[in-house]
Structure formats: structure tokens, C-alpha cells
């Protein structure tokens, strides 16, 4: 079974700073996503940026990039410019890509912007 | 993407009690899911809810504690049973469209059990 493992229970970055969250996982499978998702207080949940496995070329969202590490199983976060409005819960996700579409979740990172 | 329309946003029950949940999609998708998250905790998924089929249940969650109702492709009920403290936590919805789209959340519904 697959699983998502994120060792950085809190986070804590200064406004204007660089902060990297981690994510390792753990699958048979060649064909995959990955996701970040961000819950603010709100409860919402936002899509921060997502992987294929097939691409070699890290994703890029504005100020959020991705190292993405196939071979090690390792899918990190970094947020640049850190604003005071990245404060929340960040989730590191994998969906196999074979019949399912099940999310399977990390236990998440707390993320603090301090200005 | 989607919009999801998640009622109620918060409730607070008396054990041995059941609350039914509403999702309801601004278009038509083939599957939805249904999460729990315990306070402090990751997303859990419960089920995946399929339009004209039983919903299939995760390891540790079962029917009778958690029927599940797909009537159509946009709409979907979740019901915690006879509930219990231990059932307080945030419950959500998702459907997936696609790899281009990704996943959308409902807003989630606070339960708090007395």
C-alpha cells in the first residue's frame, strides 16, 4: 500500500523568506501524482501544485516549486517570498495512476509566517 | 474547476444521534469522496461514492456507521450514525476531474459531539 510521510510536524519562516517542506513516499507504482494542498484556518482546501511522476522537469507555481526526486521518493515544497498569507496546514498527497483516484494524504506540516 | 457546496458548515450533536451531510457539484462528476479529519490530524478517507452503485468503504469504516447516498452526478449525502465524542472532526468532500483539474474540496462541516 502506498503511504505519504511528512517529518516536519511545524514549520516556521520569516516574511520574505525561503522554507522548504518534505515529503517522501513509498510505492510500487512507475505512473503516479503528486500533490500539495494548503488548509488554512478557513478549512478550505487549496491545491498548491501538482507532479507527475512520467515528467523529469520539476513543477514551478509562481512561488512555489517542487524538487521532485523519483528515484528517492521524495517530493519537497519550497515556497519563496514566504508571505504572511502562506500561514496554514500544507499536505503532501499521491494518487496512483492506475484505476484509482483515491487521494492518500501525509500527516501534514503546520507552517508559520512570522513578519 | 469544480465548485462544491458543502452543508452544514458546522453542527453540534448529542451522542446517539445520527447528522447527514450534503455535497452538492456544480457539474456533473462520476465519482466523489468522502474524508474525515480529526482534530490536529491528516485527511482520512472514508469512501468513494459512485452514482447507481453502493459506495466502496475504506478499511475501518463501514455502511451501518456511515451510509453513503449517490442519487445523481452532482449530489451526495454522507451520515455519521449513532454518533459518538470520538466521531467529532471535520468531515469533506472531494471530487476528481481529471489530472488537468485535480481535486476540489468542499468546504468541510465542523462536528462536535456532546
Known amino acids: 500500500a502506498q503511504t505519504v510521510t511528512q517529518s516536519q510536524p511545524e514549520m516556521s519562516v520569516q516574511e520574505a523568506e525561503t522554507v522548504t517542506l518534505s515529503c517522501t513516499y513509498d510505492t510500487s507504482e512507475n505512473n503516479y501524482y503528486l500533490f500539495w494542498y494548503k488548509q488554512p484556518p478557513s478549512r478550505q482546501m487549496i491545491l498548491v501544485i501538482r507532479?507527475?511522476?512520467?515528467?523529469?522537469q520539476n513543477a514551478t507555481e509562481n512561488r512555489f516549486s517542487v524538487n521532485f526526486q523519483k528515484a528517492a521518493k521524495s517530493f519537497s515544497l519550497k515556497i519563496s517570498d514566504s508571505q504572511l498569507g502562506d500561514t496554514a496546514m500544507y499536505f503532501c498527497?499521491?494518487?496512483?495512476?492506475?484505476?484509482?483516484?483515491?487521494?492518500?494524504f501525509g500527516t501534514g506540516t503546520r507552517l508559520q509566517v512570522f513578519p | 474547476s469544480a465548485v462544491i457546496s458543502q452543508k452544514p458548515s458546522r453542527d453540534i450533536c448529542q451522542r446517539g444521534t445520527s447528522l447527514t451531510i450534503q455535497c452538492q457539484v456544480d457539474?456533473?462528476?462520476?465519482?466523489m469522496f468522502w474524508y474525515r479529519q480529526q482534530p490536529g490530524q491528516s485527511l482520512t478517507l472514508i469512501a468513494t461514492?459512485?452514482?447507481?452503485?453502493?459506495?466502496?468503504?475504506e478499511s475501518g469504516f463501514v455502511i451501518d456507521k456511515f451510509p453513503i447516498s449517490r442519487p445523481n452526478l452532482t449530489f451526495s449525502t454522507l451520515t455519521v450514525s449513532n454518533m459518538s465524542p470520538e466521531d467529532s472532526s471535520i468531515y469533506l468532500c472531494?471530487?476528481?476531474?481529471?489530472?488537468?483539474?485535480?481535486?476540489?474540496f468542499g468546504s468541510g462541516t465542523r462536528l462536535t459531539v456532546v
Open positions: 457539474s456533473q462528476v462520476t465519482m
Open positions: 498527497a499521491f494518487m496512483g495512476g492506475y484505476n484509482t483516484d483515491k487521494l492518500i
Open positions: 461514492a459512485n452514482q447507481g452503485s453502493e459506495a466502496t468503504y
Open positions: 507532479q507527475e511522476a512520467y515528467k523529469q
Open positions: 472531494s471530487v476528481y476531474r481529471g489530472i488537468n483539474y485535480g481535486y476540489t
